[in-house]
């Protein structure tokens, strides 16, 4: 079984500073993905990363940042000079390659990000 | 626009009303699901479909009736829900249920009253 723990239940942060959310995940699959997940209030679950388990190398695509740890479980997301728009719900998610997780994405209950002007 | 879209948007319905949430995919995947986001729960998991045939029913209630007729459109029938199955219904697919990247739609906001 998987499970997923994002301790930050609401970060607020004021325009252009840097925040970073924190993902713990448990799995006992060798081989597995991650994903992060944007939520605007719209309710659409946009994608943001899709990570193999493999691959620990550190990922920037813009002012997004990832750093994944897989000796600690963490996958840990940070949104540099963050912006209004970046406001959002946003979801870590684990996902199996095999077993009985085999193709399922597993969600916990999400960081509310708010940027204020 | 991810590729997948979901109508309607929201939907009220009573509790003895038959309706149906309707996903339409434009990605040539092979693999769809629904998840239910309520209040309450996390995001969960309900049904997946890998080419048309049911592969995973997460211990969905019977008033909740998936129904695949091709790779490309997914349908959740609905009938005589409770109040408490209200919630933001999403619907994604992938190429395969094997470790992809899932795309998910927009959702349907669904009250039951």
């Known amino acids: 079984a998987q499970k997923v723990t994002q301790a930050q239940t609401e970060i607020s942060v004021v325009e252009k500073e840097d925040v970073t959310l924190d993902c713990v995940y448990e799995?006992?699959?060798?081989?597995?993905?991650l994903f992060w997940y944007k939520q605007p209030p719209s309710g659409e679950l946009v994608f943001l990363i899709r990570r193999n388990s493999f691959d620990e190398q550190n990922e920037i695509s813009g002012r997004y940042s990832w750093n994944f740890q897989k000796s600690t479980s963490s996958f840990n997301f940070t949104i540099t000079a963050s912006q209004v728009v970046d406001s959002a719900v946003y979801f870590c998610?684990?996902?199996?390659?095999?077993?009985?997780?085999?193709?399922?994405?597993?969600f916990g209950q999400g960081t509310i990000l708010t940027v204020h002007p | 626009e991810t590729g997948v879209t979901q109508t309607p948007r929201h939907l009220v319905m009573g509790m003895t009303n038959k309706k149906s949430l309707k996903c339409e995919q434009h990605l040539g995947h092979n693999a769809m699901y629904w998840y239910k986001q309520s209040a309450k729960k996390p995001l969960e998991l309900m049904f997946v479909?890998?080419?048309?045939?049911?592969?995973e029913n997460n211990s969905v209630p019977s008033r909740f009736s998936p129904e695949c007729p091709n790779s490309s459109h997914l349908f959740l029938h609905l009938h005589t829900l409770q109040p408490e199955d209200s919630a933001l219904y999403l619907c994604?697919?992938?190429?395969?249920?094997?470790?992809?990247?899932?795309?998910f739609g927009e959702g349907s906001w669904l009250t039951v009253v």
């Open positions: 994604a697919s992938s190429p395969q249920i094997s470790g992809n990247t899932i795309y």
């Open positions: 479909y890998n080419f048309k045939e049911q592969t």
């Open positions: 799995t006992r699959d060798t081989t597995y993905y």
């Open positions: 998610a684990p996902l199996d390659a095999g077993g009985t997780s085999y193709g399922k994405l597993t």
